[in-house]
């Protein structure tokens, strides 16, 4: 089994921008032939898709709310993947999940993903 950690979340002023990070507990399996995705959820709300990014890191594809601002990508010698985020609003607070599928395809539909994380908290204040 694969379990995603996530880190780099905190609290931080609009217009600003952040990197989240994702690795995998020693206690289990690396990223390796695993697509990774972010999904994020803020209070009241449904878990949204933030972006993905394949095995290889060769194929990326985005949600609403990180195309054009977000950057997603994957270091597979170090076993993380990163979320670049910018322009931070208040509206893109919430907590911030990591979570990894073993499919080919990648997919921006929460139930699709096998492993999830806990989850990191982003607050941004206007």
């Known amino acids: 089994q694969v379990h995603p950690v996530e880190s780099g979340g905190g609290v931080v002023r609009a217009g600003t921008s952040l990197r989240l990070s994702c690795t995998t507990s020693p206690s289990g399996m690396t990223f390796d032939g695993y697509a990774v995705g972010w999904f994020r959820q803020a209070p009241g709300k449904d878990r949204e898709f933030v972006a993905a990014?394949?095995?290889?890191?060769?194929?990326?594809i985005f949600g609403d709310s990180g195309k054009g601002r977000f950057t997603i990508s994957r270091d597979n010698a170090k076993n993380i993947v990163f979320l670049q985020m910018t322009g931070l609003q208040p509206e893109d607070t919430a907590v911030y999940y990591c979570?990894?599928?073993?499919?080919?395809?990648?997919?921006?539909?929460?139930?699709?993903?096998?492993?999830w994380g806990q989850g990191t908290q982003v607050t941004v204040s206007s």
């Open positions: 979570a990894a599928d073993g499919g080919t395809v990648l997919h921006y539909i929460p139930t699709l993903y096998e492993y």
């Open positions: 990014v394949s095995g290889s890191g060769a194929r990326t």
